[in-house]
């Protein structure tokens, strides 16, 4: 039986020096702020890590340093990658070191023109780590593989003998609420959109993914509370502030504004690398005034 991951779990940005080189240390502050704040796991290396701009050694040595250091929480590895073999030499390596799931994104430049194909695929790489849960993570806009998540399980739930559920990054909210209600409610289904996060919710999710649980998990766990507790006016309010707080991060740039914000709570994550484009010292200020100015540093992770 497969334990089932739930709560908040953050996607950490991947710590780099100036040079671009990774910062292996950082890791170790970023897994105590999330222990700290009540976050149940990361998910590394995905599209907030940068993963597909890390080579295949630097995302081993980043899994290592993560599970070494966070036995408190739950470790998932991507392993999502163009080619199969560096797919499947990652999920083996996630399993030797003892991480508790791994998942991988579609093939995102030769892509599969039928959901029989991306199975095949995800069957590949799961097969290198039979020991480990395995979730397809589902992010269309970045891997440009689209197709109904429903059909995914139905057809890879009989091939892939350690699938365990998806990471769904997508706003088709029926597609989501099928998945869940699939077989009984079978698999885990994490939702990873932060900014409709009680959505999934009322509609059943348990389990989120999400890169603003870096630094706001406390904003999200409010959200929760409230529903659990009935209260929807508050949920709806809260969640009017990520809204507003995660249209901020957009505006200049996603992971880079990520990165910066991880600066101003004490944890720096460094540059991004190219080709994504670093922030200036005048877009620093910007943000940090309007994050100032609707009351982020009141609820913000420490």
Same mark, same amino acid.
């Given at each position: 039986?497969?334990?089932?991951?739930?709560?908040?779990?953050?996607?950490?940005?991947?710590?780099?020096?100036?040079?671009?080189?990774?910062?292996?240390?950082?890791?170790?502050?970023?897994?105590?702020?999330?222990?700290?704040?009540?976050?149940?796991?990361?998910?590394?290396?995905?599209?907030?890590?940068?993963?597909?701009?890390?080579?295949?050694?630097?995302?081993m040595k980043i899994a290592e340093r993560w599970v070494s250091v966070s036995k408190d929480i739950s470790i998932i590895v991507h392993v999502g990658h163009t080619c199969l073999s560096?797919?499947?030499?990652?999920?083996?390596?996630?399993?030797?070191? /003892?991480?508790? &799931?791994? $998942?991988?994104?579609? #093939?995102? =430049? @030769?892509?599969?023109?039928?959901?029989?194909?991306? !199975?095949? *695929?995800?069957? /590949?790489?799961? &097969?290198? $780590?039979?020991?480990? #849960?395995? =979730? @397809?993570?589902?992010?269309?806009?970045?891997?440009? !593989?689209? *197709?109904?998540?429903?059909?995914?399980?139905?057809?890879?739930?009989?091939?892939?003998?350690?699938?365990?559920?998806?990471?769904?990054?997508?706003?088709?909210?029926?597609?989501?609420?099928?998945?869940?209600?699939?077989?009984?409610?079978?698999?885990?289904?994490?939702?990873?959109?932060?900014?409709?996060?009680?959505?999934?919710?009322?509609?059943?999710?348990?389990?989120?993914?999400?890169?603003?649980?870096?630094?706001?998990?406390?904003?999200?766990?409010?959200?929760?509370?409230?529903?659990?507790?009935?209260?929807?006016?508050?949920?709806?309010?809260e969640q009017t502030r990520s809204v507003d707080m995660v249209a901020v991060l957009l505006r200049y740039g996603g992971i880079a504004s990520g990165k910066t914000v991880m600066k101003?709570?004490?944890?720096?994550?460094?540059?991004?690398?190219?080709?994504?484009?670093?922030?200036?010292?005048?877009?620093?200020?910007?943000?940090?005034?309007?994050?100032?100015?609707?009351?982020?540093?009141?609820?913000?992770?420490?």
């Amino acid at each position: 039986m497969q334990k089932r991951l739930t709560g908040l779990i953050a996607a950490p940005y991947t710590a780099m020096y100036g040079d671009g080189s990774i910062n292996l240390e950082m890791i170790d502050k970023q897994a105590e702020s999330l222990i700290n704040n009540g976050v149940a796991g990361a998910f590394i290396c995905g599209t907030t890590g940068e993963g597909l701009s890390l080579t295949v050694e630097e995302r081993m040595k980043i899994a290592e340093r993560w599970v070494s250091v966070s036995k408190d929480i739950s470790i998932i590895v991507h392993v999502g990658h163009t080619c199969l073999s560096d797919c499947r030499s990652l999920a083996s390596h996630a399993q030797k070191i /003892g991480a508790d &799931a791994i $998942a991988a994104i579609g #093939p995102c =430049y @030769y892509k599969p023109e039928r959901v029989e194909e991306l !199975v095949s *695929f995800c069957a /590949g790489i799961a &097969a290198s $780590a039979p020991e480990l #849960p395995f =979730y @397809y993570y589902h992010i269309p806009i970045f891997s440009g !593989v689209n *197709f109904p998540m429903l059909d995914f399980l139905k057809i890879s739930r009989d091939r892939i003998p350690n699938l365990a559920g998806i990471k769904f990054s997508h706003d088709n909210l029926m597609d989501f609420c099928k998945c869940l209600l699939l077989d009984d409610g079978s698999f885990n289904i994490l939702f990873g959109k932060d900014e409709i996060l009680l959505s999934a919710i009322v509609l059943g999710a348990k389990g989120a993914v999400g890169s603003t649980y870096n630094f706001a998990s406390p904003l999200y766990h409010l959200i929760m509370t409230a529903y659990q507790a009935n209260d929807m006016e508050t949920a709806q309010s809260e969640q009017t502030r990520s809204v507003d707080m995660v249209a901020v991060l957009l505006r200049y740039g996603g992971i880079a504004s990520g990165k910066t914000v991880m600066k101003m709570i004490g944890i720096d994550c460094g540059p991004v690398r190219l080709p994504l484009r670093n922030l200036t010292e005048e877009q620093y200020e910007e943000i940090h005034t309007e994050l100032d100015r609707m009351g982020f540093f009141g609820y913000c992770s420490i």
